[in-house]
């Protein structure tokens, strides 16, 4: 039985035919050292056909159609045109060798080709790769591999494509900063705190919060200047009046040291940096808020913003996460414990991460095991939904937060909870409802844009309807004041003609009158 080989390239299509496969008997091991060999290889192997892509697009889509199985409609006229022809009824008397499996099933199911995948079939692919530029002999010395590395870099970054507003790597930065950023501000804190009690020792127990406290320790500077006259601007900062009277008059009875300007100044520096850092921490959480509403925010909405970038963190992405297990993520973060209880064979950690969910903190302690694993299953659910879903919606983690609800009621009250496939009709509701909303909505709102445009186009033709019968009232009135003209000018002709004719009759009877005259005088 002949044997075609189909070896996917980066310039195109190659199809070989091996001969004398009955003679080696289909040995892998004689196969594999006659490849390294091209004198022995090629008179076994032959190229049947090459057929090259036309751009490095084409290429893209293929590759791509080959690496997930499929077969085109230009690799199945590849093989029709160039493979011997079955006749109906008779069984083929070839079969195709694919690198795949994938795609050979493809192919076999699509053309009913007999096809083979084996290791066999992999060294005869191995050796045509080897030695594929002896194989076709117009290419010239650096051309497959420049079309390879072009190849790869396009099928890389096509495979690399993402939504950026939903990049999980970001929310694991900004966590891994966040609780850097809490250890940095607590320590400087206390650093502040120390260097001013130095000062003003007092104060540490009026003020307890840390933020404060640099306010105010800057707002003070020294102690000895602190008069009542600042008691209205203290009231400001403390937020309460009797506080602000308190610190004055500890400041006047106060037992600590005089500090110099120097010192003094780089107190209030380094205050200033505290609170600096403080701010940049609120405005870094709600830039991780703002970031979980847009990847996760089904997780988000169920466990919040900390618990669930913590759990993203963890896992090392929100795929990484939605494939975990409930029982995988009940215990992420506490990796030790667990080896730890199964090398002294003691009890397993209950919970990791998610015990910082509020949650399990309002359970009692006989139920946060069962709160955990309950907690766990709902936030693998709402993982699942973040990263798979296409659009972004938080009914899903609102429907799952009521679940937990209703399971902390009837753990402390014993009433009993809705079942799963309810909850899940109801968002899936919500969700529809929300879309027929937001669809009416854009409806609306185009029919009120065309309605402007039609009102906007209707004073327009108002306008051009006024302007035009101004004009044609203009036109008729130039049109009259020349008919005027014209009319006066044709009664001045007529005045003139008559006045013409009536001179001529009087100069006619003149001489008429003459002549008499004159004939007249002749008589005589």
């Known amino acids: 039985m002949a044997l075609f080989l189909l070896h996917e390239t980066a310039l195109g299509y190659a199809l070989f035919e091996a001969h004398g496969i009955d003679e080696i008997g289909q040995n892998t091991e004689a196969v594999r050292n006659s490849v390294t060999d091209l004198s022995r290889f090629g008179k076994v192997v032959k190229l049947r056909s090459f057929n090259p892509f036309t751009s490095a697009l084409e290429s893209l889509e293929q590759i791509n159609a080959v690496s997930e199985g499929i077969m085109t409609d230009e690799l199945r006229t590849v093989l029709e045109t160039n493979l011997p022809k079955v006749k109906e009824g008779k069984k083929a008397k070839f079969s195709l060798g694919v690198a795949e499996s994938k795609i050979g099933s493809h192919i076999h199911e699509a053309t009913k080709i007999p096809v083979q995948s084996n290791e066999f079939v992999g060294e005869l692919i191995r050796g045509v790769r080897q030695h594929f530029d002896k194989f076709v002999g117009d290419l010239k010395q650096g051309d497959l591999e420049k079309a ?175 494939k975990c297990p409930s029982s995988t993520l009940q215990i992420l973060g506490a990796e030790k414990a667990l080896f730890r209880a199964l090398k002294t064979r003691g009890n397993t950690p209950k919970y990791g991460l998610i015990f910082h969910s509020s949650f399990i903190g309002r359970a009692s302690a006989r139920n946060k095991g069962r709160m955990a694993r309950y907690l766990a299953n709902k936030c693998s659910i709402a993982s699942r939904i973040d990263c798979f879903s296409e659009k972004g919606t938080s009914a899903f983690g609102e429907k799952l937060r009521e679940q937990v609800e209703e399971r902390l009621d009837f753990y402390d009250k014993g009433v009993a909870p809705r079942k799963n496939i309810d909850v899940m009709k109801s968002a899936i509701e919500s969700v529809d409802n929300k879309d027929t909303e937001m669809e009416t909505e854009e409806v609306s709102a185009k029919k009120t844009k065309k309605k402007k445009q039609k009102a906007a186009d209707g004073d327009d033709m108002a306008v051009d309807k006024a302007a035009e019968i101004t004009n044609g009232d203009a036109e008729d009135h130039k049109s009259e004041k020349k008919k005027k003209k014209k009319e006066k000018r044709k009664l001045d002709q007529e005045v003139e003609v008559e006045d013409k004719v009536v001179e001529d009759g009087a100069n006619a009877d003149s001489s008429k009158k003459k002549k008499k005259k004159s004939k007249k005088k002749d008589a005589e």
């Open 148 to 322: 390879q590395l072009g190849l790869c870099h396009s099928y890389s970054r096509a495979k690399v494509k993402f939504n950026v507003n939903r990049v999980d790597n970001m929310v694991i930065q900004a966590i891994f900063l966040l609780d850097t950023l809490d250890k940095d501000v607590n320590s400087f804190a206390m650093r502040v705190r120390e260097w001013y009690s130095w000062h003003f020792p007092e104060l540490v127990k009026i003020v307890n919060d840390n933020y404060l406290y640099c306010k105010v320790a800057k707002f003070i500077e020294d102690k000895s200047k602190l008069a009542e006259d600042k008691i209205e601007s203290l009231t400001d900062l403390v937020g309460d009046e009797d506080k602000a009277k308190e610190i004055v008059e500890a400041a006047k009875a106060s037992m600590g040291q005089d500090l110099s300007p120097v010192d003094l100044i780089n107190v209030h520096m380094f205050a200033q940096r505290v609170m600096d850092l403080s701010d940049y921490r609120r405005r870094l959480s709600d830039y991780l808020s703002t970031k979980m509403n847009d990847i996760a925010p089904n997780l988000q909405s169920l466990v919040g913003d900390s618990v669930g970038a913590r759990l993203i963190s963890h896992a090392g992405s929100l795929t990484n996460l939605a």
